[in-house]
């Protein structure tokens, strides 16, 4: 079957058939199509983290945190560029990309009344996680393209999506503690 072929096709068992080259340029077709669809997907996380970090105020290591990411993102989003113009995959279809994340991205970095900073920590969380899960397929999928510059690529931004979901982990009990202390003494004044 097709799976077969993939696989005697990745190994170099045999010379290409009719089939094995279709199913190369099906392969070729899908990793542009993933890659253009983690640019839109950095263009959103810049929207969100922009959002962000112009909204926190009085947590400024989350604040630093979130601005460092959001240069990141900027770098992420132009080596992205770089693959799929080096691939010569065509960057229409970026903008309809764009469009459904952002949708999903409007009620993630929505303004959150009261523990706004909170849900912006788990809407950061939950997208780090996306992001991770969509660079590890592409990692996989551009070294069955043969494409080992996208995969490496695509390895190195995963790694910071990783540090920044660890960074997000590591710190969200003491931002979770942190709002509800300011929330208390801002009760606490408002009854005196």
């Known amino acids: 079957g097709r799976g077969n072929m993939s696989r005697q096709r ?15 340029t099906d392969i070729k077709d899908r990793v542009d199509q993933w890659l253009r669809d983690a640019h839109a ?5 810049e929207t969100m983290l922009n959002g962000q970090a112009m909204r926190i105020e009085n947590y400024p290591t989350l604040k630093a945190r979130i601005e460092q ?22 960057s229409s ?42 660079y ?7 070294e069955a393209d043969g ?18 979901a660890a960074w997000l982990e590591e710190n969200m009990g003491e931002i979770a503690i942190q709002h509800l202390v300011r929330q208390e003494a801002s009760l606490e004044e408002a009854k005196r």
């Open 10 to 24: 990745l190994l170099g068992a045999r010379l290409p058939t009719q089939t094995q080259e279709n199913e190369m």
């Open 136 to 142: 590890r397929i592409l990692v996989a999928a551009a």
């Open 93 to 134: 279809g970026i903008k309809d990309m764009a469009m459904k994340f952002t949708a999903m991205m409007q009620n993630l970095s929505g303004v959150f009344a009261g523990d706004e900073v909170v849900k912006g920590v788990l809407a950061s969380y939950t997208f780090e996680h996306m992001e991770i899960a969509s």
């Open 41 to 45: 997907m950095e263009e959103q996380a």
């Open 69 to 90: 990411h959001l240069e990141e993102t900027k770098r992420q989003r132009a080596r992205l560029e770089a693959c799929i113009e080096r691939r010569g995959a065509s």
């Open 147 to 164: 494409d080992m510059e996208t995969a490496r690529v695509c390895e190195e931004i995963c790694a910071e999506e990783e540090a920044m």
